[in-house]
DNA sequence: CAAAGTTGTTTAATCGATTAAACAGTATAG
DNA sequence: CTATACTGTTTAATCGATTAAACAACTTTG
């Protein structure tokens, strides 16, 4: 790589001090600098096609201008919308993104976190793994700006933007409901996330709400780390085989949605007529399917641009924990029967 | 931000020169420091529980263990599958990912390898968009270590890693006339850009070669900017409405197979039968058709490791342009009229 | 036992940029 | 005409880590 040109490059050129050419090059002492020169300057700083070495500059301020990105899995579509969102949300603000993929595992992200530490990112957007509040306290005890998203531990007092699943769920479950549906099953993971857990609970209190008695059943809970297809697949089989089958399921993921609308389809059964579906996450990919999929749509845009506004606006200085949730939007199409219009 | 602990901290709290920790924990001139005074500064070092300053390290070292990764589209699903490996791959060898969508614009792109130099990395991992051969030059000029990806310019002498397109093109057309197709049309983009040039001429030459004159309306081509969805249909509309109509379709990528498939679908169209279709890039939403995708599945794995490796070993030692062509494979499903197995 | 070699540690320069403070030289005020 | 203020520029310390070279205190060696 070749030898970069520094301050020290102009100045000898220009014959005045670095000092100098730092000064005008940033527009600092303007009122103080002599005209000529300071256009003498930035003439040779263009002749040499100079660009300020930002390792140098990070070290003496303190700023890095660099956000550090852990998600779950980058090439999850879910994340790696985000990641763009993010990425030029960052950009605008001069700001550049490092990022890294936690695979779920709290362990994997606190090496993560380190690492981006290191290299003095100036604070970090976390969609943090199960379990890793461990993570996020330490974030806290070191005083480093974070936000978190699509995931959040509600006994730690921060920042986080996320979907209001409760209140997404709940109305999931009630468009199955005013559709007709009486027997509405659920296919979620078995996991402590609290997003999750809110699309639970909003399953639950929209059968109560609605009088209908909640069946432990109609629920099933797909372990993280298992074969997800298979675990999907014997959900199904479950739900079905009661003595008083499911008449639609909610599908918490777009990953089981798949996996579930491939089985069903293979099984033979019609959407909707036989069983109604929906989802969360947008599914273009069931626009091939012949009953596109009703779901749940996140506002990724606003999301991604949100979280990046919090932590630049922490950055600059300490703020209350700001926290929001974002609705979700029901996308009807045609894997639900169809809603009476009011 | 709270203050980081520094060499200095530790070597005042043990009493010793910033020298000798720096020795230590580097684990340099072990041979001739001392052993208890080494133990008691590790012990410190872990009980203040330090890590390096990795931009001061930089700074002096000249060396960012940085990788600048620059791509379409950090959200198209082949981009992003591609980065997840390369940061997993990277992160092997301690590099971390610096990431940067450049829209497949040569401008932008050039913007962000601007951006990134400053940064100071040590390397480029670059899916180059169309016309941006100045951009390379650029980074050749300046010495810049740096491997294409996906994508390169056959005039340029330089590190790239990409798939046999044009081999992969005609093994494809080659299947579908395998399978008793006798027009097959194609539907790619209007683009410069290598790789699909080479899939047209993998096309062309299929034909050739079995003896089909190739008919100029038989190839479509999308404009990069245009209305993807009803330029597509606009083409399908184009290939049915010939005098011979054509009996099969090679889509150029998976956004185009995409769009083409609904549109085929609604028209009532059947796969395979009516018409047989194949294409490039991992298909799996088309499981959800009733007739899955044949397609051209990219080693991608291979591509995002092989990738690291060789700007890694260029980053250590100027080498030879590396240049590597990896073989698609093709995956055979139902859109494909059945081939005789010879 | 003096010269030479070892051992263990420190000194100090350096990477490139920033910036408070110092410093000439000139202009203005009293 | 001296004291003060301003102008334009330089000096030098600093950020945190690395590392060649220096150094003091011992040990060997001939």
Redesign the interface.
């Known amino acids: 790589?070749?030898k970069k040109v520094s301050l020290k490059d102009i100045a000898a050129k220009v014959g005045v001090s670095t000092a100098l050419v730092s000064y005008v090059l940033n527009n600092k002492k303007t009122d103080r600098i002599g005209k000529e020169i300071a256009g003498r300057i930035k003439i040779a700083a263009k002749e040499l096609n100079y660009?300020?070495?930002?390792?140098?500059k990070?070290?003496k301020t303190n700023k890095?201008f660099?956000i550090g990105l852990i998600v779950a899995?980058?090439?999850n579509?879910f994340f790696?919308?985000l990641?763009?969102i993010i990425?030029?949300e960052a950009?605008k603000k001069n700001y550049?993104?490092?990022?890294?993929?936690a695979e779920e595992q709290a362990e994997k992200s606190f090496k993560l976190i380190?690492?981006?530490?290191?290299?003095?990112v100036?604070g970090f957007i976390i969609a943090p793994a199960e379990n890793a509040e461990s993570n996020v306290n330490y974030l806290i005890q070191?005083?480093?700006?974070f936000v978190l998203i699509d995931r959040y531990f509600p006994l730690i007092e921060t920042n986080w933007v996320t979907l209001d699943n409760y209140k997404a769920s709940l109305m999931a479950v009630e468009h199955l409901l005013a559709g007709g549906n009486k027997r509405p099953g659920m296919i979620t993971y078995n996991t402590t996330l609290n997003n999750l857990r809110e699309r639970k609970t909003g399953y639950e209190n929209a059968l109560r709400k609605n009088n209908i008695h909640f069946e432990k059943d109609w629920r099933k809970e797909i372990l993280f780390d298992s074969n997800i297809k298979s675990s999907v697949e014997k959900a199904i089989d479950e739900l079905l085989a009661l003595p008083l089958p499911i008449d639609s399921i909610l599908f918490a993921s777009n990953i089981l949605a798949?996996h579930g609308?491939?089985y069903i389809?293979s099984k033979g059964i019609k959407i909707p007529g036989d069983l109604s579906i929906i989802t969360f996450d947008e599914m273009?990919?069931?626009?091939?399917?012949?009953a596109p999929l009703t779901y749940l749509e996140q506002p990724l845009l606003e999301m991604g641009q949100l979280s990046t506004k919090i932590l630049l606006e922490n950055m600059d200085m300490k703020k209350d924990p700001v926290q929001i949730k974002l609705d979700a939007t029901l996308v009807v199409r045609k894997s639900t029967l169809p809603v009476v219009v009011k």
């Open positions: 790589m070749k660009r300020t070495n930002q390792i140098a990070s070290l890095t660099t899995d980058i090439s579509p790696s919308a990641a763009r990425e030029e950009d550049t993104v490092i990022f890294g993929s380190n690492t981006l530490l290191d290299r003095q100036d070191h005083d480093v700006p798949f609308l491939k389809h273009e990919a069931s626009d091939l399917f012949y």
